[in-house]
């Protein structure tokens, strides 16, 4: 059974920091990019982050650059999101997912290029 399971989430004072892990299970995910996204009540999910399969290529949503970093341990099977200077916008549950296709180069912003995906952890942001 293929599990992505999510932590690190939780309540934090603007300009702090959070670091949320995502730990995948079944299967190695280490030839595939994979990607952190975040939904707020009411609003669609969005694309905060992704980084391709070896680690070289990161790319990041234009509200959380200079913020966020996004990072892997193959090894460990697991991503990371680090958050830092967070503003109470950045309230929202996020999730990470894996891409689709393997050996994936540049990696994808577009939620359609993601299929498996964890249950995803929240992180509130008070002002």
């Known amino acids: 059974q293929v599990q992505l399971v999510e932590s690190g989430g939780g309540l934090v004072q603007a300009g702090g920091s959070l670091r949320l892990s995502c730990a995948a299970s079944?299967?190695?995910?280490?030839?595939?990019?994979m990607g952190w996204f975040r939904q707020a009540p009411g609003k669609e999910r969005e694309f905060v982050a992704a980084?391709?399969?070896?680690?070289?290529?990161?790319d990041y949503a234009d509200s959380v650059k200079g913020r966020f970093t996004i990072s892997r341990d193959n090894a460990k099977n697991t991503v990371y999101l680090q958050m830092n200077s967070l503003k109470p916008e950045d309230t929202a549950v996020y999730s990470c997912a894996a891409d689709r296709r393997p050996f994936r180069v540049v990696t994808t912003s577009s939620l359609y290029e993601y299929d498996y995906w964890g249950q995803g952890t929240q992180v509130t942001v008070s002002s």
């Open positions: 980084i391709n399969w070896t680690g070289g290529r990161k």
């Open positions: 079944g299967r190695s995910f280490s030839s595939y990019a």
